[in-house]
């Protein structure tokens, strides 16, 4: 598609439930990150693939959180047990590849909200 | 350690005003790049420019504007007879190699700014 496009756009969701948030990425860009904004905050890092492989996990909160990406494309967040302080906006961006140094395109994000 | 300061939480100016949002950075890289992204109310963050750190020219491009200066390491933005369509927070950012060769960028806190009609 033209952006990066990803969905559910809201989810709200009860305490102890999984949830799984899509990422489809610019078509072509090798490079998919995935990013928490919490209400009124900056970005917080969570995952980056470069193609299928997570090469960087390191910014994933707990082991609740996973992350896989398939066909160099279409990339899954899956939250198991969520809890209250998972609630935040879920952003997904690509690049054409990780030279471009962080010029980054992003998604409108998912809100997640756990009761 | 890497850090992006945002001091300014928050501006409000009557539209036509100009208006700067302040950046200040800490890096012991000598190569690095700094961005500036604004997120407006649909919530989806876009990239605004890249500046090379071996670059110290000012960019201008339309109303907007960036001054880079090493010497006091800031990159600051500003926006020129501002309008209401400017209303939205604006994020600077500084790349660094992560554990695994890829960029990775640290944020700045955000400046929301409100231009008033």
């Known amino acids: 598609g033209a952006g990066v496009s990803q969905s559910p756009s809201n989810k709200v969701t009860e305490k102890g439930k999984d949830v799984e948030l899509r990422c489809d990425p610019i078509?072509?860009?090798?490079?998919l990150y995935w990013y928490r904004q919490s209400l009124g905050q900056g970005l917080e890092f969570l995952i980056y693939?470069?193609?299928?492989?997570?090469?960087?996990k390191s910014g994933l909160p707990s082991d609740r959180f996973s992350a896989e990406r398939t066909g160099g494309s279409v990339s899954t967040l899956t939250i198991q047990r969520t809890q209250q302080e998972d609630s935040a906006v879920y952003l997904c961006?690509?690049?054409?590849?990780?030279?471009?140094?962080?010029?980054?395109?992003f998604g409108e994000g998912s809100r997640l909200t756990v009761l | 350690a890497q850090k992006v300061t945002q001091a300014q939480t928050e501006i409000s100016v009557v539209e036509k005003e100009d208006v700067t949002l302040d950046c200040v950075y800490e890096?012991?890289?000598?190569?690095?790049?700094l961005f500036w992204y604004k997120q407006p109310p649909s919530g989806e963050l876009v990239f605004l420019i890249r500046?090379?750190?071996?670059d110290e020219q000012n960019e201008i491009s339309g109303r907007y504007s960036w001054n880079f200066q090493k010497s006091t390491s800031s990159f600051n933005f500003t926006i020129t007879a501002s309008q209401v369509v400017d209303s939205a927070v604006y994020f600077c950012?500084?790349?660094?190699?992560?554990?695994?060769?890829?960029?990775?960028?640290?944020w700045g806190a955000g400046t929301k700014l409100i231009i008033k009609p």
């Open positions: 890096t012991r890289d000598t190569t690095y790049y």
């Open positions: 950012a500084l790349s660094e190699v992560g554990r695994e060769g890829n960029y990775q960028l640290i």
């Open positions: 961006a690509s690049s054409h590849d990780r030279e471009w140094a962080g010029e980054l395109f």
């Open positions: 078509s072509g860009h090798t490079a």
């Open positions: 693939f470069q193609g299928n492989s997570a090469p960087d």
């Open positions: 500046r090379n750190s071996f």
